[in-house]
């Protein structure tokens, strides 16, 4: 990413990705994966990632820190949530998600794979609040 920024720097030993211009490093530690994901300005899942994943919402649980940006969490019932840095972020499955501002987004994730939902107490599904 050629940046002096160490929040954006690259991670030694992480596994890298991009999927759908989301940059995403992951580091196995002990059970867990810890991953820096960075979502880029204008990131919106049901245009980026919905056709790539093939899920009409993102169905996976989001636990962690957003060091750096806003997101905007939108649920199947209209539940919304605004994330703004620095924040503690728990995200539960299905939603659609997007960048707010022209700032990047830059979430620090803590997962157990497919057994984060239910690792973390989080509900399978989001519900009404």
Same mark, same amino acid.
């Given at each position: 990413?050629?940046?002096?920024?160490?929040?954006?720097?690259?991670?030694?030993?992480?596994?890298?990705?991009?999927?759908?211009?989301?940059?995403? =490093?992951?580091?196995?530690?002990?059970?867990?994966?810890?991953?820096?994901?960075?979502?880029?300005?204008?990131?919106?899942?049901?245009?980026?990632?919905?056709?790539?994943?093939?899920? =009409?919402?993102?169905?996976?649980?989001?636990?962690?820190?957003?060091?750096?940006?806003?997101?905007?969490?939108?649920?199947?019932?209209?539940?919304?949530?605004?994330?703004?840095?620095?924040?503690?972020?728990?995200?539960?499955?299905?939603?659609?998600?997007?960048?707010?501002? =022209?700032?990047?987004?830059?979430?620090?994730?803590?997962?157990? =794979?497919?057994?984060?939902?239910?690792?973390?107490?989080?509900?399978?599904?989001?519900?009404?609040?």
């Amino acid at each position: 990413m050629g940046t002096t920024d160490s929040l954006m720097a690259p991670i030694p030993g992480a596994e890298r990705r991009e999927v759908g211009g989301v940059q995403v =490093e992951v580091v196995r530690t002990g059970d867990a994966r810890v991953k820096r994901v960075i979502y880029p300005p204008g990131f919106r899942w049901s245009r980026d990632l919905k056709g790539i994943i093939g899920t =009409e919402l993102c169905m996976h649980a989001h636990v962690g820190f957003l060091a750096h940006g806003q997101l905007h969490i939108q649920y199947a019932n209209g539940d919304g949530e605004e994330f703004v840095a620095p924040q503690v972020v728990a995200i539960e499955p299905g939603h659609d998600g997007w960048v707010v501002g =022209e700032e990047p987004a830059v979430l620090i994730e803590f997962d157990f =794979e497919q057994q984060t939902v239910q690792r973390l107490g989080l509900p399978l599904v989001h519900a009404q609040r």
